[in-house]
């Protein structure tokens, strides 16, 4: 389909800062007839309405990852005759169309922001020029949380430094993840948010704002007293980085700086512009004065002015080495005396860079942690992941190995995208201080534990009309159990891995099969589905959408996480930076499911224990099977 003539567009409301504006144009539709479609304009930024498409699909600018919008349009639905919102229709053929819808969006836009857009206003620091005075905060400040019902019952809570609010989120599980990602806040063991967003259990503890309910400030005593982190701020840092996929390089800055002659502290994109204005000693100077940072993507490269004229990479020593250590105990080591490459790291571990004292005048040493395991001098680089620990995996059922036919096929050689950047990308191979000859190339593999599914997963698989039902079938067989339920609208089987079967409940942890052909998992609302060859990774409220990504298999590893097996090159389907796809699938893998490549697998330490596949070669090619493939050393009880 596409837009073919501009017809009509609805004057604006005024009275609302950012409104929305809907026009109208005309599509062909893939029977060839013209349709009218409405277009939406936020900001000079505008979308098509295109029918039969999620919030995720359309908002391809991220309006709200951005916070342009403070969520996905209530009740959206968008169909080729009519688009749904906030419980009123408006039909696509009605001349007043677009004055309608825009008015219904305005009105939802209101609000969600109104009151609170209020609030936060006079919680904004005035602004007063830049003196000696008022260039530094106390270092005693820290972060607070602040939690709010207004007048329409909506549930707000902030995340104050004095009066300047660094983080605003409403009591939803991607306004959670965002105050985690952004080390504001410590990731609970559990989390449970009502559908409705009235209520919201940290670990057990349940706080309601459902029925007259008002624990505000029950909320908040736990976020300040169990929650509050200070990993990425307070104690005297002055810089603050904030994840962001519509910014290039995937992250945003925030800090003091002198514009225009007052005090500025927005967030900016982390770019080359905003690397210039944050080294500039007048308007800034948070900095050293000989100290020249570049942007080479995708690294950071950290260099002291000579006397000479010339630029020196920092002295390999202990004080320019940073520790991060993580809610769960991992520790993270980066070494700014070498490029440090911005993809491998999380806003946390960014935020701990440009508050170093090599890097940050007003910066302070943090206490080393002691790991007897790590050598000074050898300082490494690992991604620490920054989500919710999945819950506890069912067990096993007992199922009896298949019957499958193997032939010799060539796989290709393994690329270098993996999805561990710790784990080795191939076999290792030693070779002996004596000069004997090196380990035959045979035993080198037989290191790796999936070399016998080189053959399985070499086979083409069917059609993807044929492989997700098939495959479905034969794993609730395995699991033993299946139901009909509903994924949003979208009439579902659902295969439960937990205590809980109604697909539904928002706890349910399960495979589901949509009547359309979608093949995914759930947990939680974190999700991974694929369809014709689109991959749909993320929560219920945001994904990210791979076009190409085929899948070529399922399966399970020793720890009964799910296991899509999907074609080479996956991650650069996406659209987006690769570090934001890697904090996506980091974020999967902690809710018990892993997206990989066939090479991945094939060189990944980790086991899988059973793998199904639907071959493009059957026994009998017009009744085709899914196979269930058990690993030969294996017994599944």
């Not at 930024?45 to 919030?55: H, V």
């Not at 299946?482 to 579902?492: A, H, K, L």
Request: proline share 8%.
């Amino acid at each position: 389909m596409s837009a073919i003539e501009t017809q009509t567009q609805a004057q604006p409301l005024s009275a609302l800062r950012d409104a929305i504006t809907i026009g109208k144009t005309m599509m062909l539709s893939e029977s060839g007839r013209e349709a009218g479609m409405f277009t939406m304009t936020l900001g000079g930024e505008t979308i098509d309405m295109l029918p039969l498409r999620n919030w995720g699909q359309l908002d391809v600018y991220k309006w709200g990852p951005r916070g342009k919008l403070p969520g996905t349009p209530a009740g959206l639905e968008i169909t080729f005759d009519h688009v749904k919102v906030a419980g009123e229709t408006v039909l696509t053929n009605d001349p007043h169309g677009a004055t309608k819808l825009q008015r219904l969006l305005n009105e939802w836009l209101a609000l969600e922001k109104g009151t609170f857009e209020l609030a936060q206003k006079r919680s904004q620091p005035k602004r007063t020029s830049v003196g000696p005075e008022t260039a530094q905060r106390p270092a005693n400040l820290i972060p607070h949380y602040q939690v709010e019902m207004d007048k329409k019952g909506q549930v707000h809570i902030n995340c104050l430094l004095g009066k300047e609010t660094l983080a605003t989120i409403g009591l939803n599980l991607l306004g959670f993840n965002s105050l985690i990602n952004q080390g504001l806040m410590h990731k609970p063991h559990s989390i449970k948010v009502g559908a409705l967003h009235d209520w919201v259990e940290l670990d057990g503890e349940l706080c309601s704002f459902e029925n007259g309910k008002n624990d505000t400030i029950k909320l908040e005593k736990a976020l300040n007293d169990r929650y509050l982190s200070t990993a990425a701020l307070g104690q005297g840092k002055d810089v603050i980085v904030f994840p962001n996929a519509a910014s290039s390089t995937g992250f945003d800055i925030q800090f003091a700086a002198k514009v225009g002659g007052t005090a500025d502290r927005h967030r900016r994109p982390l770019d080359e512009e905003t690397l210039v204005l944050l080294q500039d000693p007048d308007k800034c100077g948070l900095l050293p004065k000989d100290l020249v940072i570049k942007l080479s993507r995708p690294n950071l490269i950290f260099k002291r002015k000579t006397p000479d004229g010339g630029e020196r990479y920092l002295n390999q020593r202990p004080e320019n080495s940073i520790n991060v250590l993580g809610d769960d105990g991992d520790l993270t080591i980066i070494d700014l005396s070498k490029p440090v490459n911005y993809l491998h790291l999380s806003a946390v571990e960014l935020t701990a860079v440009f508050n170093h004292p090599a890097i940050n005048l007003h910066g302070k040493v943090a206490p080393q942690p002691s790991h007897p395991s790590e050598q000074p001098g050898q300082p490494q680089i690992s991604v620490t992941p920054t989500a919710v620990s999945p819950p506890a995996v069912a067990p096993p059922i007992t199922v009896p190995p298949a019957t499958i036919e193997m032939g010799p096929v060539a796989v290709p050689e393994p690329q270098s995208e993996v999805i561990q950047p710790a784990e080795p990308t191939g076999p290792v191979i030693v070779k002996p201080c004596g000069g004997g000859p090196a380990p035959q190339a045979a035993q080198e593999v037989r290191l790796l534990p999936n070399t016998w599914l080189q053959d399985i997963l070499g086979q083409s698989p069917l059609p993807h009309d044929w492989f997700a039902p098939l495959t479905y079938s034969k794993i609730a067989e395995h699991f033993g159990n299946s139901s009909e339920g509903y994924f949003g609208p979208i009439p579902c089987w659902a295969c439960s891995l937990g205590d809980i079967e109604d697909i539904a409940d928002p706890a349910f942890r399960g495979i589901l099969l949509t009547q359309k052909g979608g093949l995914g998992y759930l947990n939680q609302g974190h999700m991974a589905r694929f369809r014709n060859e689109v991959a749909f990774i993320g929560t219920l409220e945001a994904t990210i959408e791979g076009i190409g990504v085929k899948l070529m298999a399922l399966a399970t590893d020793l720890e009964q996480r799910i296991v899509f097996i999907v074609t080479e090159g996956y991650r650069t389907k996406f659209g987006v930076p690769e570090q934001t796809v890697v904090q996506e699938l980091v974020c999967l893998r902690t809710f018990g499911a892993l997206v990989m490549s066939v090479n991945e697998v094939l060189h990944s330490s980790e086991p899988l224990e059973v793998v199904w596949t639907v071959p493009t070669e059957q026994e009998d090619p017009s009744d085709p099977q899914a196979l269930e493939s058990l690993r030969p050393d294996s017994t599944v009880t």
